[in-house]
């Protein structure tokens, strides 16, 4: 997933102003009748819900707007040029390089910001004074960085189930196998809780274990995405699977969450033991509940089993 990008970014010039006088009938005197210069072209950024990634900046990272069009003979002024708009995806962060300034956040659909302002145009030429050029446009670099807008991040180990899952409270399809990391970049998931409330967004984060934040596994690169998370759907694999420990899972996945920082590990979690279905898993769930003194909602993501109890869950929590 294309995350982040850089682009640069130049508004339009000002069109120039036109020296330009007209003889009056019958005399010897001469009017000014020149135009004055177009404004040039603004570079806006706008939200697209369409988009989901940065990935159109790969191919392309140059943006100029148009310069606004010259005055010209009898008063007729340059016309202004159409802001030049750059589409990014919900939840895009805008910066710029050069000042290291935050410009602002996208996170609404049709959200607007204006990332470069236009030259206005220049004047016309009067009785005592020649016409001038148009303003130039601003330029600058920007950097994009993508925070996915969800309200719900599903987290857990690799093969717990989070792919399963979502497909079982939201109408997404990811692929879903029975290897880790299977899941290589956040997938979104469009969650309906009931017809009164909003559609809400759900987010797989792929690739946690122990040690993302120093890199391990897929690293804590894609946590990112959880930032704007109101609640997160913690899966942990109760049937063991691999010879794993789910306290452990537990415990190494809020370590990280604490590592990372950014507010996550203070952030709602609803713990979700998946794979109920599993002979392991009840008494695993025995020993883990007797650690962990939450409220666990037993589930068998890949049966259907419990993904109700879950929603009730979250409508509480929401
Ligand atoms: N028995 C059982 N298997 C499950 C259940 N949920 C998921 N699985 C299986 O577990 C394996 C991993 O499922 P995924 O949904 O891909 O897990 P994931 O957490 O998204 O995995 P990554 O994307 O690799 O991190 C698949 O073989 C699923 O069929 C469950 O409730 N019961
Ligand atoms: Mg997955």
């Avoid at 707007?65 to 995806?89: L, T």
């Avoid at 010879?243 to 996945?253: A, K």
């Amino acid at each position: 997933m294309i995350d982040r990008a850089r682009i640069y970014v130049k508004a339009g010039d000002g069109g120039s102003g036109c020296n330009s006088f007209k003889g009056v009938k019958f005399t010897r005197s001469h009017h000014p009748d020149g135009g004055s210069g177009g404004r040039g072209a603004d570079v806006l950024i706008r939200v697209d819900k369409n988009i989901r990634e940065l990935k159109e900046f790969r191919g392309k990272q140059h943006f100029r707007a148009e310069k606004g069009k010259d005055g010209s003979g009898n008063k007729k002024k340059g016309a202004d040029s159409r802001p030049c708009i750059i589409r990014v995806p919900p939840g895009t962060i805008i910066r710029d390089v050069g000042n290291n300034l935050l410009l602002g956040e996208l996170t609404e659909p049709d959200q607007e910001l204006l990332a470069a302002k236009a030259g206005e145009g220049g004047r016309a030429n009067t009785k005592t004074q020649a016409a001038t050029r148009g303003l130039p446009g601003e330029e600058k670099e920007l950097s994009l960085e993508l925070k996915l807008v969800a309200e719900i991040a599903l987290i857990g180990y690799p093969n717990s189930g989070k792919s399963t899952f979502l497909t079982k409270i939201s109408s997404c399809s990811p692929k879903i196998a029975a290897y880790p990391f299977t899941t290589t970049s956040p997938i979104l998931g469009p969650l309906e809780l009931s017809e009164e409330l909003p559609l809400l967004t759900a987010v797989e984060i792929p690739g946690l274990i122990k040690g993302s934040n120093q890199g391990k596994g897929l690293g804590a690169q894609f946590l990112r995405h959880a930032e704007r998370a109101k609640l997160l759907l913690h899966l942990i694999d109760m049937a063991g699977s691999e010879g794993r420990d789910p306290c452990e899972d537990y415990h190494n996945l809020n370590q990280e969450l604490k590592d990372y920082d950014r507010g996550l590990c203070a952030k709602p979690q609803l713990l979700i033991a998946n794979k109920m279905d599993l002979p392991e898993a009840e008494n695993n769930l025995k020993k883990f509940s007797f650690k962990i003194k939450e409220k666990i909602y037993p589930v068998s993501a890949k049966g259907s089993l419990g993904i109700e109890e879950v929603l009730e869950g979250i409508r509480g929590l929401l």
